[in-house]
């Protein structure tokens, strides 16, 4: 009888465990319309202040899309549509900043190893001569002084990026997502190519047809592309400078104290005052100091939207 209600008691619990699928810590969407996608933010209470701050738990759901809503444009509310669009890309902005920390802990974890013995095993050699070619940094130097040269400039390039400053960019790029850039490419931040039809033709630019508009997968390879620019371009050299002394010093790198920095993304002269006043006025700074939310998302959330979610 006993050994009848232990075989009973274990087909229960593996039924149960079978039935019960595992939530998810993170999901991506793609295709996702207006309504569901608010439906989808209140389910996970992602509501702040301002609709899109999330005060005072400086917690954002990982909840990230590839692309905006179908029909994001039909949004004739500025208010709305604007706050739609942070809430959007803060979670991604704030993806972007893991990742870019994750590698620039990596790279100093090699930097420290260097310290301590001056020598770098082949391994260590590898890792930091392709990080360098990812950073474009290059050096005629060899032996000692190469890799000492390449680590320290890595450590400057390989940096977070203030979500703020990812946000305002893209704001200011793409009209609040309303740009056909953003419809048809998954573009953030208008990347130029040359000689090449791959892209997106500009259309009431300029006569000139050397040029095409890049496009993307989706926005976070937008995303990772500019930041990459921004770490990387002789035109934010001074942001990255200024980044550099505010992490020695204080270790606070806001997009408020970089926004003046920014000036290296246009040809407009006041584009820094303006890049400055969006983000002052949107209270952006707030993202600056968030992070992920490592709750789980429930099985019903990923069930109810189970048709959008995709792979990343």
């Known amino acids: 009888m006993k050994k009848k209600i232990l075989k009973f008691f274990l087909f229960f619990l593996l039924s149960f465990s079978v039935a019960r699928p595992l939530a998810a810590e993170e999901i991506w969407l793609k295709d996702i319309s207006l309504k569901e996608l608010r439906n989808l933010y209140h389910q996970c209470g992602y509501e702040g202040i301002r609709s899109y701050l999330m005060l005072p738990s400086y917690k954002y759901p990982k909840i990230f899309l590839k692309n905006f809503p179908t029909d994001y444009n039909q949004l004739s509310d500025e208010t709305e549509r604007n706050a739609i669009f942070i809430k959007i890309l803060a979670?991604?902005?704030?993806?972007?900043n893991q990742d870019l920390l994750t590698e620039r802990t990596e790279i100093e974890t090699v930097s420290k190893r260097f310290a301590e013995t001056s020598k770098l095993s082949d391994n260590d050699k590898a890792f930091i001569e392709a990080k360098a070619v990812k950073y474009d940094i290059f050096?005629?130097?060899?032996?000692?002084?190469?890799?000492?040269?390449?680590?320290?400039?890595?450590?400057n390039r390989a940096d977070r990026i203030p979500p703020s400053i990812m946000i305002t960019?893209?704001?200011?790029?793409?009209?609040?997502?309303?740009?056909?850039?953003?419809?048809?490419?998954?573009s953030l931040y208008k990347t130029l190519v040359w000689h090449t039809d791959k892209g997106l033709k500009p259309i009431g630019e300029t006569t000139d047809n050397s040029y095409r508009i890049k496009t993307y997968p989706d926005i976070y390879a937008s995303m990772q592309e500019f930041a990459l620019k921004i770490n990387t371009h002789p035109s934010?050299?001074?942001l990255r400078n200024f980044r550099r002394e505010r992490?020695?010093?204080?270790?606070?790198?806001?997009?408020?104290?970089?926004?003046?920095?920014?000036?290296?993304?246009s040809v407009l002269r006041n584009y820094a005052g303006i890049f400055d006043y969006t983000l002052a006025y949107y209270e952006l700074q707030s993202i600056d100091k968030s992070s992920l939310d490592d709750k789980i998302l429930t099985k019903d959330i990923i069930k109810n939207f189970k048709k959008y979610i995709t792979k990343m």
């Not at 609040?176 to 419809?183: A, C, E, P």
Request: charged share 20%; glycine share 8%.
């Open 247 to 265: 992490r020695e010093r204080t270790n606070n790198i806001s997009g408020l104290i970089l926004a003046p920095y920014t000036y290296g993304n």
């Open 139 to 155: 050096t005629r130097l060899k032996g000692f002084e190469r890799y000492h040269h390449l680590i320290a400039e890595l450590l």
């Open 169 to 186: 960019a893209a704001a200011l790029e793409t009209n609040w997502g309303t740009s056909r850039i953003v419809r048809e490419g998954n």
């Open 91 to 96: 979670p991604l902005a704030l993806k972007l």
């Open 236 to 238: 934010f050299a001074a």
